[in-house]
């Protein structure tokens, strides 16, 4: 299985663009200690010719000429690698891309029932698709399934999809929240059986949310925030981080704590915000959280399981 960082930065990328904190300005200035990212976007194919991305983040232009296996291919006129798209939760920053994927063919979309809904809903997403390329709608299995292409073919890939603790997104604060609102993926390699568990964003781990992080080989977990009053301190807000729906990474109950217990060949932090002291380089927070034996996500990274 590859899988590769199309983006690794949350909403807004980094530096974002209304943003001068002391890490956007670094990133503008001397790009070399704090390395400018796009939204949070990844790929993963079990074949080398079936991508599927996990979230379609607003820079998902940008990120698929990165990588030639999403492009059209040699030879064609029009054409992707992209076989469908798995959404974790309905967040600006993991569904706008759709919007942008119109001049494709037929959308494939992997989302809970509550997810589909806010995008439908509130986004008009299925409306506005239908007069472009339209959508088919999957909704992703809670037990070990293929994930087929869209033709129905198998790709090498076994998938599952598992709630974790989340709320709706903003602009459905009058949605009651409930399990689906996001969810962390899990992928099995059928030929090598490597397991790869995804969860970008989560406002907790809890026992449920444990045991699929310590079954991974490659965990890419939520990093948007270092502390719990990021925002506040920094002066670029004033929700907590549990506010937004997100674990920090320090503190007794972070995020760090638990990910150095965990097996895992390769654990990474991805869906990291701007205000997020582990961009730059040499921090303090980086050392730290490189010690701890973790990887701060960045934009082109690739791996294998």
Known sequence: MRVRLLG????????????NCANCCLARIDPARAKPRTQSSIAVSGDGRHWF??????????QIESFPPLAPAPGSIRGSGIAGILITNAD?????GLFILREGSRLVVHATA?????????LQLENVLA???????????????????????PTGLIYSAFAVPGKPPRYCSSFQASPGDAVGYRFVDEKTGGRLVVI??????????ASHMRDADVLLFDGTFFD???????GAGTALASEMGHIPISGPHGSMRHLTTMPAVRRVYVHINNTNPILVEDSPQRVA?????????YDGMEMEC
């Open 131 to 153: 007069s472009y390329c339209g959508i088919e709608w999957r909704e992703p299995p809670v037990e070990p399934a293929p994930l087929l292409s869209a033709d129905g073919l």
């Open 228 to 234: 719990e009053d990021e925002m506040r301190t920094t």
């Open 53 to 62: 991305l996990i979230n379609a983040s607003p820079d998902v232009r940008t």
């Open 114 to 122: 509550q997810v589909r809904r806010a995008l439908s809903q509130r």
């Open 8 to 19: 690794a930065a949350a909403g807004g990328a980094f530096p974002q663009w209304n943003c």
């Open 92 to 96: 600006l920053d993991h569904t706008l």
């Open 289 to 297: 959280v490189e010690a701890a034996g973790i990887i701060v996500g």
């Open 200 to 209: 970008p964003d989560t406002a907790r781990i809890d026992e449920h949310v």
